[in-house]
């Protein structure tokens, strides 16, 4: 078990935490937490909004002055600039995430390839964004992946779609080299992410050769990511290339639970909260104290991890601004960790998501359901606005 002490409780500062936030956004960020605290409302909301896009009812308006300006920097990258320059002057940087998803035809994966080579171009004449991400279900389709991992011989049209999806991944891998900008993979559902486990570490050997560039993610409620990753480690040091690794606790926990039950397998996710969190910080631990050979981006809205990463770079006398070690946070969540971490000095990006506001409905929906299931999380976002509210009337 890991000691977490948190005795300078640097995130209890609100008044850090929402100082890019005028009196009405911090009204309208707590009518928003009131409102996915109350699970029925979230799931009628969430329903009625899905039919209302479909039968091209005008909705689109009330979703951006609501959920999408809250949890999206806009509708393009452009638009995004001001919420950028606005964390940067505090220190914060920003990873502009295209969040479109579901997408499945090649014209669509052609268009993210080219949208995230279009954020690293920006990124590069940027100091604020030194970080890509992209999924791989944005570049080739979920059912491909899930057939490349299982093995199953592919067929000559599927061979030559795979080829296309490697392209686009290493086309962007290969610019992110190019412009010195990292390149974030996102982890995604457990039954494709070993034909994408596969590809990224093609990309890392290909090019992480002196520093790391492109990063792999760990989902931490998966038990045997630790084992992944210490075997992953070995290669690198036999095939001598650097390891990039952005740590997070995973967002399909229920998808995945489901279907283990559902085929009857036994689940790929740790068996509480507990273990995934020990798990969590287990890989953390294992990571900072392998720094040379692996980088690390932090992904969490945990208070305990964070205070636990701070003490263990102050044990390990691992700067605070080492450029190996990045904490992240999703743009409109957990900005007293954000901002109170930046302003002690450390490294910290927020994901920024934008796109067209029909297609980032299914990353919203995960939003809102994930706030409105850890009712922690949502209940602690509720008490710090509140808090900070009090605080601008003294
Ligand atoms: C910058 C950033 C990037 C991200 N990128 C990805 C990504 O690429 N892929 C991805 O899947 N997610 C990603 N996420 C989302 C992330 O996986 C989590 O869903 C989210 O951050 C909540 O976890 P937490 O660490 O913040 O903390 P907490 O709120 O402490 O943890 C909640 C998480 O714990 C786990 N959990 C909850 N209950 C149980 C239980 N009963 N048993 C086992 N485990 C449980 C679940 O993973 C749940 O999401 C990202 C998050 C951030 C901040």
Known sequence: MYQVMSSSRIFDNTEIAFQLKSDSELERAYFLFKMISIQPLVRIGTAATNFALKAHLPVEGLIRSTVFDHFCGGVSENDCLQVIDNMFNKGVSSVLDY??????????????????????????????????????TGFGRLSLYEKKGSGIAFTSE???????????????????????????????????????????????????????????TLQLYRWDRLDYLKNLHERGKKDDFKIGIKIVRGAYMEKERLRANEKNYASPICESKIATDENFNSTLNYILNNLNDISLFIGTHNEDSSYLAMNLMEGLKISKNDNRVWFGQLYGMSDHISFNLSNAGYNVAKYVPFGPVKDVMPYLIRRAEENTSVA???????????QEKKRRKV
């Open 99 to 136: 969040s479109v998803e579901g997408k499945e035809s090649e014209d669509q994966f052609d268009a993210a390839m080219h949208k995230t080579l279009e954020i690293i171009e920006f990124a590069e004449k940027k100091e604020a964004m030194p970080i890509a991400v992209f999924k791989p």
């Open 158 to 216: 599927e061979e030559q779609e795979w080829s296309r999806v490697v392209n686009r991944c290493d086309t962007v891998c290969k610019l992110g080299k190019e412009k010195d900008v990292e390149v974030l993979i996102d982890a995604e559902e457990s039954w494709m992410q070993d034909a994408a486990d596969d590809l990224v570490e093609a990309m890392m050997k290909k090019y992480n050769t002196d520093v790391p560039i492109v990063y792999n």
């Open 376 to 386: 922690g999380q949502t209940n602690r976002e509720l008490n710090l606005l509140k």
